[in-house]
């Protein structure tokens, strides 16, 4: 059974930090490209950061570039996501992703998803 589970997320202020972890099962977390998604009241869910299978290509959204670092730990099938210097407008649910593109066959999890309050 595939499982993404999140967690870490909170309330915390502005200017404070989170780091938000994601446990993968069920499946071969090294084949799979990782990112955490956001989505927050009355929005689109967007794409926060991704990072690829073998950790060598990362992206970030431009809001949260130079803020927020996306990492892998392949021994424990783990994603991370550090969150510095949170504004209230990182406030949102976010979700962790597992994608790979397979012989034209697109395979994409969703964990249940973590919220996160950036407010004084």
């Known amino acids: 059974q595939v499982q993404l589970v999140e967690s870490g997320g909170g309330l915390v202020q502005p200017g404070g930090s989170l780091r938000l972890s994601c446990v993968a099962s069920?499946?071969?977390?090294?084949?799979?490209?990782m990112s955490w998604y956001r989505q927050a009241p009355g929005k689109e869910r967007e794409l926060v950061a991704a990072i690829t299978s073998g950790g060598g290509v990362i992206n970030y959204a431009d809001s949260v570039k130079g803020r927020f670092t996306i990492s892998r730990g392949s021994a424990k099938k783990t994603v991370f996501l550090q969150m510095n210097s949170l504004e209230p407008e990182d406030t949102a649910v976010y979700y962790c992703?597992?994608?790979?593109?397979?012989?034209?066959?697109?395979?994409?999890?969703w964990g249940q998803g973590t919220q996160v309050t950036v407010s004084s």
């Open positions: 069920g499946f071969t977390f090294s084949m799979y490209a």
């Open positions: 992703n597992a994608n790979r593109l397979a012989s034209g066959t697109r395979y994409r999890y």
